[in-house]
């Protein structure tokens, strides 16, 4: 099974995975390339969320992290959040995944940017791919205001 066939999936370095909802067997492959963190920003309600992930990824012997970003209402506190696990997840290799690869692509830009000094274009480059907060004033108002807040 290739990774490829994940929705939206993006392999940004060796350690640093993203992608929209994986299936029960892509999670497995996940696993099988030493995956050792999933990073959840879907709603357990979003579209294809797989029942009870949590406890598939711990048997497939990753560690599971869930922060549950609301589409329409993203807050500061849920990217403090991500931030904040991100730092302790320094030299791991991680999925960061949601329902389309939309909320993970945009909070990993913006800890790019926030934490690891990426200028804008670039970070931002890999959502682009994906998406343009653009189309989604919600979103650009997000992106906005957490780069204002850090004087970025």
């Given at each position: 099974?290739?990774?490829?066939?994940?929705?939206?999936?993006?392999?940004?370095?060796?350690?640093?995975?993203?992608?929209?909802?994986?299936?029960?067997?892509?999670?497995?492959?996940?696993?099988?390339?030493?995956?050792?963190?999933?990073?959840?920003?879907?709603?357990?309600?979003?579209?294809?969320?797989?029942?009870?992930?949590?406890?598939?990824?711990?048997?497939?012997?990753?560690?599971?992290?869930?922060?549950?970003?609301?589409?329409?209402?993203?807050?500061?506190?849920?990217?403090?959040?991500?931030?904040?696990?991100?730092?302790?997840?320094?030299?791991?290799?991680?999925?960061?995944?949601?329902?389309?690869?939309?909320?993970?692509?945009?909070?990993?830009?913006?800890?790019?940017?926030?934490?690891?000094?990426?200028?804008?274009?670039?970070?931002?480059a890999e959502m682009h791919h994906i998406?343009?907060?653009?189309?989604?004033?919600?979103?650009?108002?997000?992106?906005?205001?957490?780069?204002?807040?850090?004087?970025?």
């Open positions: 099974m290739s990774l490829d066939q994940i929705y939206n999936f993006r392999a940004l370095s060796a350690n640093l995975l993203t992608s929209g909802q994986p299936t029960a067997l892509q999670m497995a492959e996940i696993a099988r390339i030493g995956v050792q963190t999933v990073i959840n920003l879907a709603l357990p309600t979003s579209d294809n969320a797989l029942p009870d992930e949590e406890s598939l990824v711990r048997s497939l012997g990753m560690k599971y992290i869930h922060i549950p970003v609301e589409w329409e209402l993203p807050t500061p506190t849920d990217l403090e959040r991500f931030l904040e696990i991100m730092q302790t997840q320094a030299g791991r290799k991680l999925l960061v995944h949601c329902a389309a690869n939309y909320r993970a692509s945009c909070f990993v830009a913006l800890w790019r940017i926030l934490h690891q000094g990426w200028s804008h274009e670039p970070a931002l998406w343009d907060e653009n189309q989604y004033p919600v979103w650009k108002q997000f992106v906005h205001d957490a780069l204002i807040q850090e004087g970025k």
